[in-house]
């Protein structure tokens, strides 16, 4: 089965967090002159310094080239996997504000190269890398916790959409959230957590215009006690259905936009400890932890029917979805007595949701930011 490729926003944040991925099938080829994707890998070198290099990525092959851009990640700032149209947003240091500020590049549609435009200031002074999603003309930060114990929080942001340019519209509140998911034009936020021996889904309502207003109990609560820690959820892009990593294995609910609260609709027992995700149109979903890299089926109805699986390499921290639905990418972590070491590794998705890997993977390597940008 092949869809038709569409432009997509990264609504979801394409790469944080979440073992769980929709897609609509591949379209080989099908990318026009007119687009380019690009791929914004991160390698750290022996000495810990890290370089942000900067790829073209092939939708008909799945294959990476470099386009000789290389940045200091330092410099850069941490590139979180959302974008809007020409423009990239990362957090980063800012000496000046003596805090963690938005950064705002605008990507050159031939080379991928970023220039600086400016950035928008947050409520901490947290250095950790944070989750940004952008969903519509709202763009919304997710802070880590503070190596000081401070916690973790969501502010929200309106995007120029002339411009790119960023204004604060609510400030930061804790909610200690570990992902963020949005359908594309729902009012609803959810963002999962874990806190404890619970994992909770929180609703938060206001995504249209940005003024989020976070409700006082969570919609869903889990008891993970006894179970591998999970994380994430992930919005289905045109049904008004989430797919959650829980403790147990990958939940289906069903919201409503005039409620927050959400329905169990089916699930799938897994207990091998699912983390992150991202997402783009809804006919397979792909999910992957500390045994398996899975492929389902998503029926009319949304629940899921598993069509592939594979053995996993590693520890998975990341998936991504190259915007042509062709390619899916997965930042791994490989473990063993001596040291621990990431790689990037890319597969190949058949018609049948197959998954077969594209060339070696890149050692050292992370994938921080895919997006797909309009040339002239």
Partial sequence: MRAQCRKLRSSSGALPLLLVVLASGGCAGSSGSEERTFAYVETRAPDGHSTI????????SGTL????????????????GSAFGRYAYATRYSSERRSTVIAQYAIDPETGALTLLGDAPTDTSLTMPAEILVSGEVLVLRSNAATTGAHGGIASYRIDPRTGALSRVRGTFSRDPTTLASRPGSDWLYASANQGSLYMLNAIQGMRSGELVPLEAPSRTYDRANHQP???????PAQDLL??????????????????????????????GLRLAAQTAGVYLFSAGLAEIRSYQIDPGGSLRQVFSLPSPGRPNALALDPSETVLFMNLTLVNSLEARTELHAYWIGENGTLSPVGPPLPESSLSLLVRVARD
């Fill in 53 to 60: 290099r900067v790829h073209a990525a092939d939708p008909g």
């Fill in 65 to 80: 080239a470099a386009t000789g851009v290389e940045y200091d990640s330092s410099v850069i700032g941490a590139l979180r």
């Fill in 230 to 236: 999970a994380t994430g959820v992930v919005a289905h």
């Fill in 243 to 272: 797919y959650t990593a829980s403790p147990t294995g990958i939940e289906v609910l069903a919201f409503s936009e005039t409620s927050a609260a959400l329905t169990l609709v089916s699930q799938v027992p897994d207990d091998r």
